[in-house]
């Protein structure tokens, strides 16, 4: 009994801090009341889900399409901030990579002797090789803007320090079925023979280096045990309690508030998978407390619905430009799983980012390749080899990728959109991406250049000869040094720079 007094004071003492820290929070950032005018300004702004979007339907039955009245997405400049990044890179590492598995998922198939063998792979964790700078450094020099980390996955690891406190969780071995016991741990890497907090350095060096953070944060937690049934958690048969929600929504919400208020600003917040309509409530007080910690942070819709900034197409690109004003970001994948992939004819290749890169920006997103390093910290040498390829393509063409919007007419061609266009955001400029270079001759059918104005290809230090066509748009003379291949400023896709009449 004196034990358990023990904890119950020390799990008191806890949650007062944390009572206490909404609070100062709160008045720290001096969030304003929110007026009918700005609710019906944001409401204006037409920052739904497309209803076409798959997660869409994971919480439409219980998420209200509008969010409620006191409720604001981020600021147009937060918006105008993340429809610069253009690309950007996602990193799942954890203590999955051990044993250079894809992330979370597996652990549902395993028996329960490996289950119980994976829920103390963080005793051995030991990423030796992980530097944050150098890891940075490598991002710039690949052309990426921003990068995602998997602070907490589906498995429940944090690779952060967190002060919370997981205080039940499976034991797989213990009889015939899996059974709830007792623990006191973070479950995290400061458990770790590693210890430090990694998310910490990578936020660190990411400030120093100019690079946007992305914060990614799982809703379930497959080891705590609290969080059942949520998101096929292992322990879904087994009912859970109103005290267990209660306890697991708190620990969600601490966890999002120690992402928010530890690491200086984060840019973005990757929310995954959902919850449920039992607890939506609880979540959606967590969401506009968010506001509260970094009012300006842009968080992924995935289990908050409209209250959502931005929305993120997996494993696919959008077919056409999106209907809406919730931006969006396409991730895919470079090897063929979310972690370490140690095959290195797995990775598909510089040329195969760069036209998914191009795709999206045309289209008024971006892109968001991923991939993950070793137990050690350390990149696949292909990966990096490709990703390298794709940075000296970028110091050419970044000028037609970067900071740009959307055209009306993003592409021509016909249906294979031999042309896509992207242009600066003052329309002054617009840039003709082909990945087929021009034998003689581009032509170009949906504008005709500024009388006296130069066509330019970048990376070519002369400009280009053009006419008008006799119907519509003009014609471009491809210079005949550039019909070789090792003349020309770069592989994959080439870029001409225009200045529209209109």
Not at 312 to 329: A, D, R
Not at 392 to 420: A, C, F, H, P, Q
Not at 444 to 456: A, C, F, N, Q, Y
Not at 470 to 483: C, F
């Amino acid at each position: 009994m004196k034990k358990l007094n023990i904890r119950m004071t020390s799990k008191f003492y806890r949650t007062l801090l944390f009572g206490m820290s909404l609070l100062i929070c709160s008045v720290a950032f001096g969030q304003k009341t929110v007026t009918p005018e700005d609710v019906q300004k944001d409401r204006a702004r037409n920052i739904v889900v497309p209803k076409s979007y798959g997660t869409y339907k994971w919480t439409k039955d219980y998420v209200e399409e509008e969010p409620e009245a006191d409720y604001l997405h981020a600021s147009e400049k937060a918006y105008e901030d993340f429809r610069d990044i253009k690309y950007s890179i996602r990193i799942h590492w954890g203590v999955y990579s051990k044993w250079g598995i894809e992330a979370s998922w597996p652990f549902l198939k395993m028996s329960n002797e490996k289950k119980q063998e994976y829920q103390d792979l963080y005793k051995s964790f030991n990423p030796a090789d992980f530097n944050a700078d150098e890891w940075m450094d490598w991002f710039k020099n690949c052309g990426m803007q921003a990068f995602a980390f998997t602070t907490k996955h589906h498995d429940g690891f944090s690779m952060f320090h967190t002060k919370t406190r997981v205080t039940k969780r499976a034991n797989y071995v213990t009889g015939s079925k899996p059974v709830i016991e007792d623990c006191d741990l973070s479950y995290s890497i400061e458990e770790t023979p590693f210890k430090r907090d990694i998310v910490k350095e990578l936020c660190d060096a990411a400030h120093r280096k100019g690079i946007k953070i992305d914060l990614y944060f799982s809703h379930p937690d497959w080891y705590d045990a609290d969080f059942r049934p949520y998101v096929s958690h292992p322990l879904g048969n087994i009912a859970h309690t109103p005290e267990e929600a209660n306890r697991f929504m708190s620990r969600h919400r601490e966890q999002l508030h120690e992402l928010l208020t530890m690491y200086g600003k984060i840019d973005m917040i990757c929310l995954d998978m959902s919850l449920g309509a039992e607890v939506w409530p609880q979540l959606r007080e967590t969401v506009k407390l968010m506001r509260t910690w970094q009012p300006d942070v842009m968080i992924r819709n995935r289990g908050i619905g409209n209250y959502g900034d931005y929305f993120q197409p997996e494993q696919n690109v959008p077919k056409g430009v999106e209907s809406t004003n919730m931006p969006w970001m396409s991730i895919c994948l470079l090897g063929k799983i979310f972690a370490y992939d140690p095959k290195a004819e797995n990775y598909k290749g510089a040329g195969w980012v760069i036209h998914n890169l191009i795709d999206c920006v045309a289209k008024g997103g971006s892109f968001m390749v991923c991939l993950g390093p070793d137990e050690k910290g350390k990149f696949h040498p292909k990966a990096i080899e490709q990703l390298e390829e794709v940075g000296r393509w970028l110091k050419v063409n970044g000028k037609g990728i970067y900071e740009t919007r959307d055209r009306e007419v993003w592409k021509e061609g016909g249906n294979e959109g031999n042309i896509k266009f992207t242009r600066s955001k003052d329309s002054k400029t617009v840039y003709a991406f082909v990945e087929k270079f021009p034998e003689k001759e581009l032509v170009i059918e949906s504008l005709t250049p500024k009388d006296g104005s130069e066509v330019r290809l970048l990376g070519y230090d002369k400009p280009l000869e053009w006419r008008k066509a006799d119907d519509k748009g003009i014609i471009v003379t491809i210079p005949d040094e550039l019909q070789s291949p090792e003349k020309r400023p770069c592989n994959y896709a080439w870029t001409f720079k225009l200045e529209p009449a209109n």
